[in-house]
Structure formats: C-alpha cells, structure tokens
Nanobody, 117 residues
Framework: QVQLVESGGGLVQPGGSLRLSCAAS????????MSWYRQAPGKERELVAT????????NYADSVKGRFSISRDNAKNTVYLQMNSLKPEDTAAYYC??????????WGQGTQVTVSS
C-alpha cells in the first residue's frame, strides 16, 4: 500500500535551517508530482512547495520563496524540503503528499517544525 513517511522536523531557532525528508513506497514514485503542505494550529493546511516527477519543475508559496527548496531523488524514492532562514511563522506540522488519481490523494503522518528562541 502507499506509504509516505516524513522525518527531519524539530525545534530550531529563528534564522536556522532544517531539512525534511519524505520516504515513499507502494507506488512508482518517479512518475508522480510530490508536494509539501503545512498546517499551523488553528489554521488551514496550506501548500508549501511542489515538484514535478522529473524534478525539473518546482513551485513555491510566496511566503517561502527564496528560503525553501524542494528536491527529489527518484532512485531513493524520497522527496526533500530544505528550509533556510526559518521564521516563527514557519512553525507547523509539515506533510508530504501525492495524488495518484483524481480521487486518490495520499498523506504522510506529518513532522512537526517549531521555530522559536
């Protein structure tokens, strides 16, 4: 079955960096667009970044442009989110997701990122 397992979250000071990973299994990873979303307490889940199956095309939320970078390693079935210059407003649970069909979207369990001094 499809599994997405995020890791790499934690507590970091403002201005710091973290690298999130999402290990995928149960589907042909290299054929699908992958995305990272985040959800802060009391707020709706929002799209952070998307990467095409080839890795050649990426898109970012305006709030993270220039600070975050999404990448993937199709040989390792893993997608990454490099987060630099972190701000307290980046505090959220971060989720990896993919849509295999129009009706089948899969989510990981999430990894918590807390930016605080």
């Amino acid at each position: 079955q499809v599994q997405l397992v995020e890791s790499g979250g934690g507590l970091v000071q403002p201005g710091g960096s973290l690298r999130l990973s999402c290990a995928a299994s149960g589907f042909t990873f290299s054929r699908y667009t992958m995305s990272w979303y985040r959800q802060a307490p009391g707020k709706e889940r929002e799209l952070v970044a998307t990467i095409s199956w080839s890795g050649l095309n990426t898109n970012y939320a305006d709030s993270v442009k220039g600070r975050f970078s999404i990448s993937r390693d199709n040989a390792k079935n893993t997608v990454y989110l490099q987060m630099n210059s972190l701000k307290p407003e980046d505090t959220a649970a971060y989720y990896c997701t993919t849509t295999l069909t129009v009706t089948d979207r899969y989510w990981g369990q999430g990894t918590q990122v807390t930016v605080s001094s």
